[in-house]
Antibody, heavy 118, light 107 residues
Framework: QVRLVQSGAEVKKPGASVKVSCRASGYTFTNYDINWVRQATGQGLEWMGWMSPSSHNSGYAHKFHGRITFRTDASIRTAYLELSGLRPDDTAVYYC???????????WGQGTLVTVSS | SYELTQPPSVPVSPGQTARITCSGDALPKRYAYWYYQKSGQAPILVIYEDDKRPSEIPERFSGSSSGTMATLTISGAQVEDEGDYYC??????????FGGGTKLTVL
């Protein structure tokens, strides 16, 4: 079955960077985009961006311009999100999600809590 | 920036029909998608491309879209349907956008 397994929780200081990984199984990794979505505690979902593991094309929400990097490694079926210049309001659960098309996503990872605190 | 607007909460009695709306200017040209999230868990897809239901989702869930409004309907809501529902769509400029979420209460 389709599974997306994410890396464990992180605690970072303001200004630092964080890298979250998302390992896929149960489907052909290069046939689907990987999207990233985050959710601050008690808040709604926020789409961050996407990357195609086959073409390496990507897109992201304007608010993350200059701070966000996506990477995929098809040899180990893993996608990565890197967010730099962390601020306390970046504290959230970060999810990866598989995208059958550029329009949406179907299966989600379990989420990774990133806490930004001095 | 592009926005999708949902009501913050929708109450429903068990066995009754719940309707959750999502309004957005681009919805006449873009599909709406619906995600359900139980507290502390990852979201799951319940409706895609306005009105299609993944095979594992119960038949009581249905979707529709007309003009600038998409609607998620739960016919015969059950206690286990309680949780947060988010609509999602895309926009040429904004990329992906979620609605603010609707808390469904079944009581």
């Amino acid at each position: 079955q389709v599974r997306l397994v994410q890396s464990g929780a992180e605690v970072k200081k303001p200004g630092a960077s964080v890298k979250v990984s998302c390992r896929a199984s149960g489907y052909t990794f290069t046939n689907y985009d990987i999207n990233w979505v985050r959710q601050a505690t008690g808040q709604g979902l926020e789409w961050m961006g996407w990357m195609s593991p086959s073409s390496h094309n990507s897109g992201y929400a304007h608010k993350f311009h200059g701070r966000i990097t996506f990477r995929t490694d098809a040899s180990i079926r893993t996608a990565y999100l890197e967010l730099s210049g962390l601020r306390p309001d970046d504290t959230a659960v970060y999810y990866c999600a598989r995208g059958p098309s550029p329009e949406y996503f179907d299966f989600w990872g379990q989420g990774t809590l990133v806490t930004v605190s001095s | 920036s592009y926005e999708l607007t949902q009501p913050p909460s929708v109450p429903v009695s068990p066995g009754q029909t719940a309707r959750i709306t999502c309004s957005g200017d681009a919805l006449p040209k873009r599909y709406a998608y619906w995600y359900y999230q139980k507290s502390g868990q990852a979201p799951i897809l319940v409706i895609y491309e306005d009105d299609k239901r993944p095979s594992e989702i119960p038949e009581r869930f249905s979707g529709s879209s007309s003009g600038t409004m998409a609607t998620l309907t739960i016919s015969g809501a059950q206690v286990e349907d309680e949780g947060d529902y988010y609509c999602y769509s895309t926009d040429n400029n904004a990329g992906g956008v979620f609605g603010g979420g609707t808390k469904l209460t079944v009581l």
